[in-house]
């Protein structure tokens, strides 16, 4: 089946700084999505990109679907504590089952 | 609006108990999901259901059946439980059309078979 390498798996920073995780396959996506699960929730979308080359911003994430369409990446500035969780990408690479194809996620540490 | 309500949000189990997690959603979503989420391993698709009365498998869908009889509701069930089942498991639901909808996830269910 399809698979997607997220990386990094875990992250340690401190306020203020700025994130970078990324995801890449194998395979073409049609739709790239980043989601954001906070402790003992289930994950919530943060940003959906629909077409290669798009740069999406939500406050103060930015997520871009890559040309190649086999990779997205999603930053975050001017972390908070907040912003602790982890972060999966996800992929939809077509069917009218709209299955997703979910990264193993990026854990993200916020030091106060 | 509830959204998607998952029940029970905890259970432990011992081996070979059957049980049934339910999923409620009143968004009137045609497609809903199972996952399983296991530590470093992501979010892995059980089964599914594209719309009242369907259901298939997905990418881990051994030891585990499900059942779509009320567009609202989506069952998944252990007929016999094994320790390798213990894990977090996850429904989700999404409107038909376009795959911009996302998905919307319920809170989960920490399953513990012992």
């Known amino acids: 089946g399809q698979q997607l390498n997220q990386s990094p798996q875990s992250m340690f920073i401190q306020e203020g700084e700025d994130v970078s995780m990324n995801c890449t396959s194998s395979s073409i996506f049609n739709t790239w999505l980043w989601y954001k699960q906070d402790p003992g929730e289930g994950p919530v979308l943060l940003i959906a990109?629909?077409?290669?080359?798009e740069l999406t911003s939500n406050g103060r994430l930015t997520a871009q679907f890559g040309i190649t369409r086999k990779d997205s990446f999603l930053n975050i500035s001017a972390s908070i504590p907040s912003d602790v969780g982890i972060y999966f990408c996800a992929g939809h690479s077509g069917g009218s089952n709209y299955k997703l194809t979910f990264g193993k996620g990026t854990l993200l540490t916020v030091n106060p | 609006n509830a959204g998607v309500t998952q029940t029970p949000k905890f259970r432990v189990l011992k081996t070979g108990q059957s049980m049934t997690l339910l999923c409620a959603q009143d968004?009137?979503?045609?497609?809903m999901y199972w996952y399983r989420q296991d530590p470093g391993m992501g979010l892995r698709l059980i089964h599914y259901s594209v719309g009242e009365g369907t259901t298939a498998k997905g990418e881990v869908p051994d030891g585990y059946n499900v059942s779509r009889l009320k567009k609202q509701n989506f069952l998944l069930g252990l007929e016999s439980a094994a320790p390798s089942q213990t894990s977090v498991y996850f429904c989700a639901s999404r409107l038909g059309g376009f795959i911009q909808a996302g998905y919307t996830f319920g809170s989960g269910t920490r399953l513990t078979v012992v």
């Open positions: 968004m009137n979503h045609e497609y």
């Open positions: 990109l629909y077409k290669a080359g």
